[in-house]
């Protein structure tokens, strides 16, 4: 099987292209092919070099998609976009990456299987992001999407043009609400959402990390290794028990930071807890204060995928695969 | 003020200009300047020719909606679409018109307004297709859209488009979900839906007509007057009470046909109903039981919206509006 991931040098397109280093028969099936496109040239980790090629193509530029799609990949990850911040900042470049960068994608798969028949599975990460206050207090596979940013609305229309091209049988697609990533690797980023993992992270490293906001901060997350076995099981999965509703809102753990704080200690002990520094930030508060706390995800568990159920597999999680078990 | 209909060929932008014509003053203010637009050219009714200006444009083409924004009306009435069943079987012609053109609008608009300042109204005619099946037994306004057409994915799509645009405060936006316009003036046609209409406007007219489905069938149901009504009030109304939800499914009548038959017998006699003729049709049936029967909506109420309560007052409308009272 051919197998492409767009958008592979982010952070769960590398994770994702790992496990099929790592664990061979990851997917169900041989990886014959694997293409890897980012609009940087993304990494080929070790034992992949044989059947993999990286691409640097930035997927909104003209004929991007075609190049792509013209390689008839059997399996297509598409989890290439900008953040959030930036589609804000940047009303243009939002629309032109998040949205029309992948309606090019499903017009190139289109137009491909118009000129031989051609129905790639394609999994697309979306996000909670799709949803805007006011929530009821659990969020359900029926609730409608309201987006209150320009990036959250560019990811609604993606997944109904998902929905509406898997309905005709243009491809086979799944779309992905990812929870928020906890504990995201990698250094503190500016991120408004940052913070939820920092104040893991950080001291789990022994460095001090910043709590901008209250402890009973309610929030939805999951690990780095549950986003990557979403995506895995997405392309795995008998998209038959889907029906024409293609979106899923993953499942996730709803926690206090309170909670993440607890279980540090747990994991961790006082001296980890005392590196977190309380310097509460009215801006962060009032953004984060829009965004979604809880999720009854009932379908996507009913189809198989699964999440950690508390915060110290979370970050046991981490201390297993980003510190070689080791704090 | 300056009022733009795009759409005005339609039957509904028809009769909102017929409004216009007919009672001065219908939006709260004068209409210093009336622009109707539609790909053929939309009739002026009398008295309204000293302001009006009619144009045969397609939305859909290069440079149309900056040329219609260049403009600057005050209000945007945007009514122009295809319709389901050839957005189903055009998927390129559906997603140009129905989408791009209505996001060209959009663009045309913040181009405009960076430009120089410009925030207008701008009204937008959804439909109860952004909702697919399986139904609570009444959809409230915060069930989620899953359309089952194109054409619902594309109306689905410009919803989330207006609210976002609104959001910025690009333009005052309101999406108006219209339910099934019964009774439909003119001639049969071959919409699915059209037999709703045919079986009371036919019998009325000494005609015979042909039912498709079963008495128990039921649908949600408004007349042409109200419709009109509804665009009127979304122009007129403040929408500072409406919030970052822009897009709202319209008050209706939910009926079973067998309902719209008893309210032709007690309006117009035995003689009528005889002249409506069973012929079971199971592509139409099948078709029609995809689709909504019935709502909660109680936002639009909240927000001044009304519509008819029995399918009585719905035929004495048709009467007086378009039978000049005579049956």
């Not at 509406?164 to 779309?175: A, K």
Request: aromatic content about 8%; charged content about 25%.
């Amino acid at each position: 099987m051919h197998v492409m991931v767009i958008g592979a040098a982010g952070m769960v397109g590398r994770k994702l292209v790992e496990k099929f280093a790592s664990e061979e028969g990851a997917l169900g099936y041989d990886i014959s092919r694997l293409t890897l496109v980012d609009v940087i040239e993304p990494p080929v980790p070790q034992g992949l070099s044989p059947v993999a090629k990286a691409l640097a193509l930035d997927l909104s530029t003209e004929d991007a998609a075609g190049k792509l799609v013209a390689l008839r990949p059997d399996v297509i990850f598409h989890l290439a976009a900008i953040v959030s911040g930036e589609a804000e900042a940047d009303f243009d470049k939002g629309y032109k990456v998040n949205l029309d960068g992948t309606r090019a994608l499903f017009e190139a798969i289109r137009h491909e299987g118009l000129r031989e028949p051609y129905v790639p599975r394609v999994i697309f990460a979306s996000s909670i992001a799709v949803f805007g206050k006011p929530f009821p207090e659990k969020i359900g596979d029926e609730f409608f999407t309201t987006p209150l940013t320009s990036y959250g609305t560019q990811k609604a229309i993606c997944e109904l043009l998902l929905a509406d091209y898997s309905r005709r049988g243009i491809f086979d697609g799944v779309g992905i609400r990812l929870p928020t990533i906890c504990i995201r690797p990698g250094k503190p980023n500016k991120a408004a959402s940052g913070f939820f993992s920092n104040i893991l992270r950080e001291p789990l490293a022994g460095q001090e990390a910043v709590l901008p906001v209250d402890e009973n901060v309610r929030h939805w997350f999951a690990s780095p290794r549950s986003a990557v076995d979403f995506f895995i099981h997405a392309a795995r999965m008998d998209t038959s028990a889907i029906g024409p509703r293609r979106n899923l809102t993953m499942p996730g753990l709803s926690a206090l930071v309170g909670e993440e704080i607890e279980a540090l200690r747990r994991v961790a002990g006082e001296k980890a807890v005392k590196l977190i520094r309380r310097e509460p930030d009215p801006v962060i508060r009032s953004i984060v204060s829009g965004w979604a706390t809880d999720f009854d995800a009932r379908r996507a568990c009913e189809l198989g995928f699964k999440a950690e159920t508390n915060f110290d597999e979370i970050i046991r999680i981490h201390i297993e695969d980003e510190l070689a078990g080791d704090i």
